[in-house]
């Protein structure tokens, strides 16, 4: 049987960033769960070349736990590695490797358990979830859980082990990201009644954007998130051909993770609202065919604290798991999905968030033992 450290080594080989297909690692992945009597299934993206896959164990019934970790990784591009982040390397207690903590290390003691478990045994079921594209906007999890209840599947209990060193975590931020586009109409700058400087506009909406930040950071309270507050950012700009040319295009780029108790749609519809009544008036006095266009390009949903921490409670007590600290986190996961079905989720998987996306990520050895011990228990419990 391989162990862990094992698994992940060939996890890490398959270079899943997001840009790139994932189907190399799901058809590995499925010819072993299948052969450990797995029933699976896969759901697609449009262009087939990406793949969710959805592993059950146990009785075919509703109930059960669903153990979900993604299947991409972020770029190395630009980064200072040390060593081949595709080829795992042990030094020093730690694993190093692209995608070991976010989230490859979840996925690789689940398999190491699963090997070596009397799965027969189980009377209520056990599900193995991997996703595509979550690093992305959380695009492929939807479509998974969709096909899942669909088939008249869904757990008591959903466990998203992204890495929070196996504390549980009981509520995250919303992500929110929108393209926004406005066209104006060129014209020589010395003649700016002839057309409309898309850039000028755009501005305008970002100063407001920016506004919305400072009032969003002024009504922070204690939340358990760091930063306690829904911030705001514009990420990516382009517009212009020429400083002597009024700008016919603009567009930006912008995204705001909003508290897990805050209604994600509120700034979008604000900064629509504002357009419309302030930024296109204007752009469109010289030129009444300029618009303004918003384009929304991700929405990753809040989990939000379970009333009766019926999920943390359950989790909690397994053995492996750490409970204290906030209970909250800023970064975003594929955990309000699974709320918004209906399951009982928390957060809980082995690794640092510090080490996501670095160079040099890396987990501890520890770390992987830990989660075992949690999945161990997990298949007890259901046995």
Not at 104 to 111: E, I, N, Q, S, V
Not at 123 to 132: D, F, G, I, T, W
Not at 263 to 270: N, S, T, Y
Request: hydrophobic residues 40%; proline residues 6%.
């Amino acid at each position: 049987m391989r162990t862990a450290n094992e698994y992940l080594a060939k996890l890490v080989a398959f270079p899943t960033v997001s840009r790139d297909s994932n189907l190399a690692l799901i058809d590995w992945a499925e010819e072993l769960l299948t052969e450990w009597g797995g029933r699976c299934r896969r759901t697609w993206n449009e262009d087939r070349r990406k793949a969710n896959l959805w592993a059950s164990f146990g009785p075919e019934a509703a109930g059960g736990v669903v153990l979900s970790g993604h299947t991409d990784v972020v770029p190395v591009d630009g980064q200072d590695w040390s060593s081949d982040p595709f080829r795992l390397v042990q030094r020093d207690g730690r694993l190093y490797g692209r995608g070991t903590t976010d989230m490859k290390g979840f996925a690789a003691a689940a398999l190491a358990v699963l090997e070596r478990a009397d799965l027969a045994a189980l009377r209520q079921p056990l599900h193995l979830a991997l996703s595509y594209d979550e690093e992305v906007g959380c695009l492929g999890v939807d479509r998974m859980i969709d096909d899942a209840l669909a088939r008249g599947i869904r757990p008591d209990y959903a466990i998203i082990g992204e890495p929070t060193t196996m504390q549980i975590i009981s509520a995250h931020k919303s992500i929110n990201v929108f393209r926004t586009r406005i066209t104006g109409k060129a014209a020589h700058s010395s003649q700016p009644h002839r057309g409309a400087g898309a850039i000028f506009a755009a501005g305008r909406l970002i100063d407001h954007l920016y506004r919305i930040g400072e009032e969003k950071r002024a009504a922070a309270g204690e939340n358990g998130c760091e930063p306690p507050w829904t911030t705001v950012q514009v990420g990516v700009i382009s517009g212009g051909n020429a400083v002597n040319i009024l700008p016919a295009e603009c567009e930006f780029l912008w995204e705001y993770r909003a508290l897990p108790d805050e209604a994600p749609d509120e700034i979008f519809e604000r900064m629509k609202a504002f357009a419309r009544a302030e930024v296109l008036p204007a752009l469109r006095e010289f030129a009444p065919e300029a618009a303004i266009f918003f384009e929304p390009l991700a929405r990753v949903p809040p989990l939000k604290p379970d009333p009766d921490g019926q999920a943390g409670q359950w989790v909690g007590s397994l053995p492996g798991t750490r409970v204290g600290g906030s209970g909250a986190v800023s970064f975003a996961t594929e955990a309000g999905s699974f709320q918004r079905a209906g399951i009982h989720t928390v957060v809980c998987g082995p690794g640092s968030i510090d080490q996501a996306h670095q160079p040099d990520e890396f987990i501890e050895f520890s770390e992987l033992t830990r989660c075992e011990s949690t999945i161990e228990a997990i298949i007890e419990r259901l046995s």
